[in-house]
DNA sequence: CCATCTTTGTTCGGAATCGAAGTTTCATGT
DNA sequence: ACATGAAACTTCGATTCCGAACAAAGATGG
């Protein structure tokens, strides 16, 4: 409970603290808040540590630190190795902190994890779902879902401290909408954001699948670089940018790749109006369309992949052609973002001969300049990587706000 | 909400670090450097403001404040207009601090110009030079030419701090070098940061000319937007990132567009080996080789822009050609980062047709989310564009080192 | 013109933080 | 085994910094 409270005094005093705040940007730090954030994201692993992180010294992290056990957010986990003298008291997230859960609803299913502070996963499930039975179906089910996931991680007497959650679609973060997407009717401008917070009386933050690739394969795969390119193609193409280590949206709708035109002989239209668009010609959605005026039934990209694992050439042929189409449109966004790890993910991602050829395209256009020492990889994470990228986020998002701040002063 | 409502309030006890703040613009601050960046880039111009701004108290500020002015680093500049309130007591850099040059190099000029640490020109030149020179004659020319304007600027006797060099090709900013450079003989690996810092002994700091556009627009044009692209179009093609405020270096590349494949008839062998790439064949320095072979005699960007002017017509079809395929391959980069502007600069840019096909090429293709608020601009501050940014690096780069503090305990 | 409210900037006591020295614990070399 | 050095904390006085109250100066509105 707020101090402020205690007197009735229904005030919110800011003069000035409510404007400091913490370094988002890195290394350098200050308060409790930095120490968790430090802690959490595994880069300061004793006191020692925390201080050469913090800027801090090292008495007043001692302080701080021991505070923090005493609220219940640290506790000590034994002794680290030795660097030449005393081991380190390890020191971890406290497990009865708190969790949050990360969810990445997809077109025909959802995937959920529990989460611990420090970005464990202590629980995931795959469940059956389908996007086209509307939003308010849709969410009513997630929050039964979760709270039965809740549930059978055994975490239910453990605060809910948020949740993350990734559409396939655009976003709009701020609001916590999807906007105009083109495969999810009756979406449009939907509450997601609001409607789960409601439902669930916490913190919910929606962001972009292919966004949250980057940040997922980000933190799990790739800790040191900090300019990544996640490009997800499956039903349909996206792509995310993580730049200097944040997640670049841009306006908002950053890494859109979808409509951009690409040489084919045969027009197809695409829902924009355009008749040479990437999406419209690489993704599972457009390569489901071709097979089955071949007479090959397909109706999932994983099934697709199958067929291409099976050697069957027309489906081969096919997604290889994409994965060149879409290495041709990378090109010169490699050439432009210059990126430290160019990450390939996404259903389509599982079939060798699409990421050969992605590569192959890159490597054959791009300029050595850009291509040298570039890392070009499928996700690290596999399928889990929206999932974990939608809870890295709220993470993060939970971490910067004030738990910290409200957790020591209500003890 | 009343300030009386202030007293007998309970305020919350949390320890102080923890509650400092954030200005929501992304400054952070806390000490004596941080005030004086602040005053440095006009977000904190007195004492209330930059206690806002900084996150510190206001007493804090008004003590490290006193101690900046005793040291000569800051003065008091009048009073402002009244918020409501008493009227604030003007900060800003004394004008005796300190000074530094920032040098725009091109293929056949210099730009040159004195600057106070706020940012703001003392005193410009333009200077003929070759650099076909070579790296050697060409610093040695510099370093007379910076001594000469200093002088005519009338501040010999205070400090230099630093200087900004930009240099027309692909730079190492670590090392300080020009690396595998097209155009410029030579100068492949030269040191020539270390150089001129030894003939100047002070700091030196080297950047891409497209990249110096960029930061020159984001700071003296476009301050509030925090992602822009800059377009140098020019002898060559280059782009400049602004990426949340900073700029975006990659690996060290970012914002090469010159060899992305373009559609054209009539193939030209690039230097790069392909014959497809924008440079070859919407440059300044590919279209006077096309003029030439039509019989038309043209030296520089800005005789090529007179012709236009001039109206005629054969070179203003082919300005307006390059346009459309700069805007083509600019697309699919407006999608993908989703800017808040793309400024246009360079010597091409002054030819309408050239700008007008750009915008069209981008309005026709780009996704409505992307170009909806997408501000299209010529750059604003013209010519200076590079030369401003050169300023702004090294300006940066002496204000976060330890220069105030060496200042002050110099004292 | 006066009361009220704002904003700016300063004063001063008390609290939070620092930093140097000290303690604990371990690796390393002889 | 023992000295030496190094890293991980802790202690405690000195210093810095904060925050509330105050003072100065001006807008606003009847």
Known sequence: MPCWLLRGVLFLSLPYRSRCASNGSGTLAGSAGDLVRLVAKGHGRSRAELARM????PSSVSLRVEELIDAGLLREDGEGASRGGRRPRQLRLHE??????AVDVGTHHVRMAVLDLGGRVLLERELPGDIAEGPERVSERL??????????ASVEQLPLLGVGIGMPGPVDPGAAKVVAPSRMPGWNEYPIGRRMSELLGVRVVVENDANLMAV????YGWPDRDNLM????GT?????????GKLHRGRGAAGDISHVPVHVPEPVTCSCGHSDCLEAHASGAALQRTLRAQGIEVSSSRQLVELVNDGVPEVTT???NAGRLAGQVLTPLVNF????????GGGLSAAEPFVAAVRGAIYERCLPLATRDLEIATAVTGRDACMLGAGALVLDEVLAGDWVDDALSAR
């Not at 009865?96 to 859960?101: E, I, L, T």
């Not at 929050?143 to 059978?152: A, C, G, P």
């Not at 996640?230 to 193609?233: I, L, N, P, Q």
């Open 230 to 233: 996640a490009v997800k193609a």
């Open 337 to 344: 973002f210059n990126p430290d790890v160019l990450v390939l």
């Open 54 to 57: 913090s800027g801090m010294a």
């Open 96 to 101: 009865n902190a708190g969790v949050v859960v």
């Open 143 to 152: 929050v039964e879902h979760l709270r039965m996931t809740l549930r059978q």
């Open 216 to 219: 997922g394969e980000h933190r």
């Open 318 to 320: 096919l997604v290889r």
């Open 236 to 244: 349909g193409i996206g792509c995310g940018i993580i730049a200097s």
